[in-house]
C-alpha cells in the first residue's frame, strides 16, 4: 500500500495473486498474465481453494493455502514469508463475496507492492490516487450506496434513532396511561 502516491505501474515479475473470490476469476485472468507479460513472471498464489486455477504454472511460482498458516500467528508468518519473496504487484478479487477477506487486509498492509482489485466481471484498477474516483465508486457500490440508495440510505441511517425513539415513548406513554387508569 506504500505505492498508493506513485502512479508507476512496476514491472510485473513477482506477482502475488490472492483468490479471494470465483476462481473462474483467475482461471483466465492468470494465461493472459503469462502472455502479454512473458513466459518468466512468477506468479504466487495466495488461496483456501484445493488445487489451483487454469493457466497456473506452479514451476513459476508458489501456492500458500491459507488452512497451513492458521490464527494471528499463522497469518504474520505467511505475511513475512511472501514479503520476503519481493512480490512487485499484489492483485485481489473484491467480488462481494467474504472469503477470505482478513487475508486480503493483511497482504494488503503487510506488502510493498502495487496493488490492483479484481471485481466480479473481470475488470480491474491500480490503487493509486489518481483512480480516487474509481476507488469511491467501487467502496459506495459494495456499502450498497451506489445509484438512488446513494441518497437514500443515509438519510434512512440518520433518521431511523429518532424513529426508534419516538415508538418507544409512544409506546411507554401508552402504558403509563394503562397502569395509571388501572390504578
Not at 146 to 175: E, S
Amino acid at each position: 500500500m506504500d505505492l498508493f502516491f506513485s502512479r508507476r505501474i512496476t514491472n510485473l515479475t513477482k506477482v502475488v495473486l490472492v483468490e479471494s473470490g470465483p476462481r473462474s476469476l483467475f482461471d483466465g485472468f492468470i494465461g493472459d498474465l503469462y502472455e502479454l507479460h512473458g513466459q518468466d513472471i512468477q506468479i504466487d498464489l495466495v488461496t483456501c481453494y484445493t488445487g489451483h486455477p487454469q493457466g497456473f504454472r506452479p514451476q513459476n511460482g508458489a501456492i500458500y493455502r491459507v488452512q497451513d498458516y492458521r490464527g494471528w500467528g499463522g497469518a504474520k508468518t505467511l505475511a513475512r514469508l511472501i514479503r520476503s519473496k519481493g512480490p512487485s504487484v499484489l492483485g485481489i478479487i473484491c467480488a462481494g463475496v467474504p472469503v477470505m477477506s482478513k487475508w486480503k487486509w493483511l497482504l494488503l498492509v503487510a506488502l510493498r507492492a502495487k496493488v490492483f482489485v479484481m471485481n466480479e466481471n473481470g475488470d480491474y484498477f491500480w490503487i493509486d490516487y489518481s483512480n480516487w474516483k474509481v476507488i469511491l465508486h467501487f467502496m459506495a457500490f459494495r456499502a450498497g450506496m451506489a445509484g438512488d440508495n446513494g441518497v437514500w440510505l443515509p438519510l434512512r441511517m440518520l433518521v431511523f434513532p429518532f424513529g426508534l425513539a419516538y415508538f418507544a415513548a409512544y409506546a411507554a406513554w401508552l402504558h403509563t396511561r394503562k397502569w395509571v387508569r388501572n390504578i
